[in-house]
C-alpha cells in the first residue's frame, strides 16, 4: 500500500522559512518522481515544484522560483520543500504526489498517489 505522508507545516511570519518532508512507504526508489502543489479555498491545485526519479533535474512555477528548493532522500525515501522568504500570498494546503511515470510534471492530474496535505500560514 503507497502511502505519502507530509509534516513540517505551520504558521510563520513573513519573510521566515519552513521545510516540508513527505516520507513516501509502499514506493521503492527510484521508481518516481515527486511533485508538490498548493491548493487554497475555492481555487484549484496548483503547481509548486517538481523532481525527477534521482533528483538530477528540478522544475519550480514563476512563484516560488529562487525562493523554494525541492530535494529528496534516496535512502529515506523522503522528499524535501524548503521554503524562505516566505510570502502571505504563500499561504495554502501543500500537498506531495508521487509520479510513476518518473519525470518532472507539473499537471496535477499526471501523478498517482498523493499525501493527505499540511497547511502554511504565513502572516504579514
Known amino acids: 500500500q503507497v502511502q505519502l505522508v507530509e509534516s513540517g507545516g505551520g504558521l510563520v511570519q513573513a519573510g521566515g522559512s519552513l521545510r516540508l518532508s513527505c516520507v513516501a512507504s509502499?514506493?521503492?526508489?527510484?521508481?518516481?518522481?515527486m511533485g508538490w502543489f498548493r491548493q487554497v479555498p475555492g481555487k484549484e491545485r496548483e503547481f509548486v515544484a517538481a523532481?525527477?526519479?534521482?533528483?538530477?533535474?528540478?522544475l519550480y512555477a514563476d512563484s516560488v522560483k529562487g525562493r523554494f528548493t525541492i530535494s529528496r532522500d534516496k535512502v529515506k525515501n523522503t522528499g524535501y520543500l524548503q521554503m524562505n522568504s516566505l510570502k502571505p500570498e504563500d499561504t495554502a494546503v501543500y500537498y506531495c504526489?508521487?509520479?510513476?511515470?518518473?519525470?518532472?510534471?507539473?499537471?496535477?492530474?499526471?501523478?498517482?498517489?498523493w499525501g493527505q496535505g499540511t497547511q502554511v500560514t504565513v502572516s504579514s
Open positions: 504526489a508521487a509520479d510513476l511515470t518518473m519525470g518532472l510534471v507539473v499537471d496535477s492530474g499526471a501523478y498517482d498517489y
Open positions: 509502499g514506493l521503492t526508489f527510484p521508481t518516481y518522481a
Open positions: 523532481i525527477n526519479w534521482n533528483g538530477g533535474r528540478t
